[in-house]
């Protein structure tokens, strides 16, 4: 046994078998230290991010998904309203403007615009998914528009509500996982008592409802914000997780954290003198 040794010795440090021997003593080194870096990671329990130039070779070692401090995205939605226009068209003589509604047959593109509301919508989803439809209604005209994934014309699923004013489907045509819409509800105001809200698709770890009154003339003397609630099933809930805030004299924001699929976040607002000529400005 004694012989063999000292023979395979003998063997590998010939001059010719040289070349093996520092190949196989440089992967021998980086194994260990391989080994060594993934020993104290474990005891520390931390995420590491690290790069070793052994001889000829670079080792890199990163925290993966099983990292204790690598925390899961979980669902969060973002709604921010910002209301541009507002005026009661039965007492105003003359729309802000006119906006073409392409999705519409030509002769309703056209629409005379005496209030506006735009909804933009952010949904951040744990992974990357095929996204559902998503439907917008109103009392008055929607025009939709999605920024993530892009899609640069929207047109409904169904045949029927292709070319409704009222309503309009948001289908997303590749997989993400981010969702960002821009919609513009046009004449869905008229009326002095208006809600706003916006619902949990699934599970939440964040629902918030931003709504803007800032370009309204006068806004902090004609808007009135009236409860904020938290509806399930159709039946208010009582959260201790249920935030709200007035953010200026016209700006108001509503926040639910661990909100269940299926709430609906709702603010709710009057229009004081509506039925006078000027409201909403020129």
């Not at 230290?33 to 104290?40: C, G, P």
């Not at 998904?65 to 669902?75: F, G, H, I, L």
């Not at 994934?149 to 993400?176: F, G």
């Not at 803007?212 to 959260?239: C, H, T, W, Y």
Request: with cysteine; charged share 25%; proline share 4%.
């Amino acid at each position: 046994m004694g012989e063999a040794l000292v023979k395979l010795i003998d063997d590998l440090i010939r001059p010719g078998n040289r070349p093996f021997l520092v190949a196989f003593t440089v992967v021998l080194v980086g194994l260990a230290v391989f080994v060594i870096f993934v020993f104290f990671a474990w005891l520390k329990k931390e995420k590491f991010n690290r790069s070793l130039h052994v001889g000829p070779l670079w080792i890199h070692l990163t925290g993966g998904e099983n990292d204790p401090k690598v925390e899961a995205r979980a669902y969060r939605k973002l709604c921010y309203v910002k209301v541009n226009f507002l005026s009661n068209r039965k007492t105003k003589a003359t729309p802000f403007y006119v906006r073409t509604v392409d999705r519409l047959d030509p002769a309703d593109r056209a629409v005379a615009v005496f209030d506006e509301a735009v909804y933009h919508t952010l949904k951040l989803y744990p992974a990357k998914r095929s996204l559902g439809a998503e439907k917008d209604v109103s009392t008055g005209v929607v025009d939709p528009r999605l920024l993530i994934p892009w899609l640069a014309e929207v047109e409904a699923s169904i045949e029927q509500e292709r070319r409704i004013p009222q309503m309009a489907d948001i289908e997303a045509r590749a997989d993400s996982d981010t969702m960002f819409s821009v919609s513009h509800f046009l004449n869905g105001l008229q009326g002095a008592s208006q809600d706003f809200c916006t619902y949990a698709d699934e599970d939440a770890e964040s629902l918030r409802l931003v709504v803007d009154f800032s370009s309204i003339p006068n806004a902090a003397e004609r808007v009135v914000q009236g409860k904020v609630e938290l509806l399930l099933g159709g039946r208010p809930v009582d959260s201790d997780d249920l935030k709200f805030q007035r953010c200026g004299e016209s700006v108001y924001m509503a926040h639910c954290k661990d909100a269940k699929k299926g709430s609906l976040l709702k603010m709710y607002f009057t229009f004081k003198d509506w039925d006078g000529a000027a409201f909403g400005g020129a």
